[in-house]
């Protein structure tokens, strides 16, 4: 077996997992995997079919919701020359090369209702004919489908074949996401970190207690994949030092800003809870530059406002002796933090004319946190 598709884990659903696949592996049923995006469903086809007697022939994935549906039926089954314009010749389809072997077809909700009536009949039948053909060829392949869609609400919203969807759910694998896998977290990431060390040639020195504690507390929406990448990312871009929190947290919310912003409802929950996790992450760093910020007006003495803190405590003077200027002055009220940072930012805006570039990084603070701050404090 090739172990780049074993199912690393150790968690009870995990464990289960493995147990199920292995057993429906040594038949030939058809077998439906769902799982969230990310999770690994082509890693598990992938173990199925190494597991199999057809281990010694092609395994073809074969993404149903990147394919135009214009052309999948073609791209699936073939095409006899001349069948449409531009079929210069006749050409065999996947399940032609998939024979004797498997065929993963991914993103199996996505395909046209058409075409599901294709692959009902292959897979009742082990038949099927060319686009354009009238020939019958029979082929002996195993199916293994996947999703993330929900395929019953997909039948009655009438977007999948009731026919269709009983025979995919013979058997039914269903991955769980990789929050409720625990310390699978963990020896997942050192699995990555193995294989791109070797791929990039970059020693890492791991993850700081607390950035573990971070690893395992995050929500993964992007599941397995999500955890590959940002590996590979904090790998190359920090060039093997030790993650630290405050690193894994600036990864973190990078990717969260690049994520697709369109609507899955089944995906809603997984991405509302990553978007205030996020917000958090943002918020705190926000909140140690700020602190920063103001270490550093108070060590320069750029406020020319009365201090923050009262002087120490001295004895008071008899009554009839009026009070030091000083002393008058230090028992006026200490300013308000925001007033603080208003006037600082203010000075330091007036210091560089304006350039919001300049005083960010004299400020030693983002551009972004400016403008909020200018914004906030109307200036």
């Excluded at 294709?118 to 999703?147: M, N, P, Y």
């Excluded at 994520?259 to 917000?279: Q, T």
């Amino acid at each position: 077996m090739n172990r780049s598709f074993d199912i690393l884990g150790r968690s009870p659903g995990i464990q289960r997992l493995r147990e199920l696949a292995q057993k429906v592996a040594s038949t030939d049923v058809t077998v439906l995997i769902t799982g969230e995006t990310g999770s690994g469903k082509e890693v598990l086809a992938r173990f199925i079919h190494e597991h199999s007697r057809r281990a010694s022939k092609s395994f073809i994935p074969v993404n149903c919701g990147a394919i135009p549906s214009g052309i999948l039926e073609s791209e699936l089954f073939g095409h006899e020359k001349g069948a449409f314009t531009g079929a210069i010749q006749a050409r065999k389809g996947y399940f032609e090369s998939a024979d004797k072997g498997t065929i993963f077809l991914d993103e199996i909700g996505e395909t046209p209702l058409e075409t599901q009536v294709k692959l009902l009949r292959v897979i009742e039948t082990g038949e099927f004919q060319r686009v354009g053909a009238s020939e019958t060829i029979a082929t002996d392949t195993r199916i293994v489908a996947a999703t993330n869609r929900n395929l019953h609400q997909a039948v009655a919203e009438g977007n999948f074949r009731e026919d269709l969807y009983y025979r995919m759910h013979s058997v039914e694998l269903q991955i769980p996401p990789l929050r409720e896998r625990g310390g699978d977290i963990l020896l997942l990431a050192e699995h990555f970190i193995h294989g791109f060390e070797r791929k990039h040639g970059i020693a890492f020195e791991g993850f700081s207690p607390e950035a573990t504690e971070l690893l395992l507390r995050y929500p993964w929406p992007g599941n397995v994949r999500e955890l590959r990448n940002l590996v590979e990312s904090l790998l190359i871009l920090e060039r093997g030092k030790e993650v630290t929190p405050d690193i894994l947290e600036r990864h973190l919310v990078q990717r969260s800003r690049h994520k697709s912003l369109v609507h899955d409802p089944a995906k809603a929950e997984n991405n509302e809870l990553s978007l205030i996790y996020g917000s958090l992450i943002q918020l705190r760093q926000e909140m140690a530059e700020i602190r920063q910020m103001l270490q550093q007006l108070l060590l320069s003495n750029r406020l020319q406002s009365p201090p923050l803190l009262l002087p120490e405590p001295q004895a008071p003077p008899a009554e009839s002796t009026p009070p030091p200027a000083d002393i008058a002055k230090a028992a006026e009220p200490t300013l308000p933090l925001e007033e603080i940072e208003r006037r600082s930012i203010a000075a330091t805006l007036q210091k560089f004319g304006g350039n919001k570039r300049k005083t960010a990084q004299a400020l030693d603070i983002n551009e972004r946190t400016l403008y909020r701050k200018i914004k906030e404090f109307g200036l």
